[in-house]
């Protein structure tokens, strides 16, 4: 049967070289959400011309099916039968253009798909790295970090595939079949109806192993999606260094070859399966020629039918079981399309939890207290900022946590140092998170310059307010492209300037690369307190009018410790400040004391204040310094 064409009409994503496709048949069951048929048309919008276009050359492409079957026949019976070299030369001509033809029209519709799918893959993309960006940061505290990136690659394919190799593969497969059994009927119905009866010996079987392959290829996909995560897991920093210092060689190599083997057990049945699904194919289809052949040449004998006639059944013939076994599986095919729409779909509806009140206006240039006035606050629900789908969980958990903040009230006037100290756990995070509005409070309001935080807009309040942590981001770039991150034109000059400031210039100078030295994964080349001068640097380069600074001297050794203090000093300087500290000798210079004990202010003061009181914060004082000897020097 060389006259077979690729099944599902031989475009990306279609039938496969053994008549199934690698999907999941479970998606056939599934009902989409009311209306998404019609968002799928409203993305496609900007194509419609393109697509237009990309159907008519499919449905051309289509019609090519039986051109050459008929100009076959007629070689063979007008030329061949009654000697007529011309007509035989004019027609072997026409066959050769015929065949240039459907291969420039192939070149022409595989650029309209690719123009399609890669615009569509590009629109998607952008729309839902845009949207997810728009998060708060309790969506990425919760969301599976690969589940969100597979709705940015493998659902955005699947769901480019409806107007490509799905919609082309229906149009050309339901054309074909109909021009090819049409074709079929006026040639010869004895024959079609013989080769029609082969049709459930094909089908059936077809059916039973897609199903069995479809089953055993989402297997396939966990069990590499497991490997995949165990070699992510290993392969960070952070993960290396957890396997070199805690585990055995001995048994992570077992472990991987584990999966490993079954990847492999599982590749090599799927591979025998496919097999036996191309042999059953290619028997199948040997018998239908054969019982073609034997029919059709005793009728051909019989006078009944001429040799072209059956010699164009039989081209015809490797035309028909292409497109019926596609369009057998045209359910799953179209389903799992829409269904990859969906689940885009599902990330886009997600509305932010925080963003723009209506009306929102930029935040005063000369903003630079901070006030807390009665806030409370206890943390979103998952149902509130997350999916179910992105958290790998059936349905998101509803209760609504216990409170984390209580009646907190206090004013950090314009230059004012205000230092948070207290138990872990306390709350002192949560305070400084919502200075920027990563989380709304639940009761009371937070004002910024005397506006409350949620009545500017979010752009002008973070680039009012900077944060250092304890654990500086560094994304796996170059240093002057970290620095830049804060101001995207900063000159050399100004970047050279923070980094002295920060007291990180003389390492960075002495690199053999400078400013273009590569961090690693975050940060990770550099040690803890090169990281967190290098945040510095950062914050100094942003040049925020209120800084917020999280334990950013904590787990570093003294050396560290001084320098990066230093630093601390030099971007403290003239500005409005927020830090937290365990260390209480870091702060004890602050205008502001407030000691947090679980969500509520239980002190405040001066550091000799709360000496004089003799209370929480004293206590604080005499575990962390009378014990060693050091209070007086503190």
Known sequence: MSGMRPMGGGMPGGMGAYGWRRQDASVAGQKLAKGTLRRILRFARPYRWHITLFLLLVIVSAFLVIASP????????????????????????????????????????????????????????????EH??????????????????????????????????????????????????????????????????????????????????????????????????????????GGAMLVTLFGKPEIENEGFGERAGRVRDLGIRIAMLGRVFFTALTLVAALATALVYGVGGNLAVREVLTVGTLLALVALLGRLYGPLTALSNIRVDVMTALVSFERVFEVLDLEPMIKDAPGAKPLPADAASVEFDHVAFSYPTADQVSLASLES????????????????????????MVALVGPSGAGKTTITNLVARLYDVSGGAVRVGGSDVRDVTLQSLHDAVGYVTQDAHMFHDTIRANLAYAKLDATDEEMVEALKSAQIWELVSSLPDGLDTVVGDRGHRLSGGERQRLAIARLLLKAPRIVVLDEATAHLDSESEVAVQRALDTALEGRTSLVIAHRLSTVRNADLILVVDHGNI?????????????????????TQFTESGTAANV
């Open 602 to 622: 239980v002190e405040r003061g001066t550091h000799e204040q709360l000496l004089a009181q003799n209370g929480e914060y004293a206590d604080l004082y005499r």
């Open 70 to 129: 008929l100009l076959f026949k007629k070689i063979v019976d007008d030329g061949i039968g009654k000697g007529d070299a011309g007509l035989v030369t004019a027609l072997a001509l026409v066959v050769a253009l015929l065949a240039v033809f459907e291969a420039v029209l192939g070149l022409i519709q595989r650029w309209f798909s690719a123009r399609i799918g890669e615009g569509l893959i590009f629109d998607l993309r952008t729309k839902v790295f």
């Open 393 to 416: 969980v059936a349905v998101l958990d509803k209760r609504v946590s216990a409170q984390v903040l209580e009646d907190v009230s206090f004013v950090v006037r314009p230059g004012q």
């Open 132 to 237: 997810v960006q728009q998060m708060p940061v309790a969506f990425f505290t919760r969301t599976q970090t690969g589940a969100l990136v597979s709705r940015l690659n493998n659902d955005v394919i699947g769901a480019q595939q409806a107007f490509t190799s799905t919609l082309s593969g229906v149009v050309s497969n339901i054309i074909s079949l109909i021009l090819v059994v049409g074709a079929m009927l006026v040639l010869s119905w004895q024959l079609t109806v013989v080769a029609i009866l082969l049709l459930p010996v094909f089908l059936i079987p077809a059916r039973i192993l897609g199903r069995r392959l479809a089953a055993m290829t989402r297997e396939q996909m966990q069990l590499n999606a497991d490997m995949s995560t165990a070699m992510t897991e290993r392969f960070s920093v």
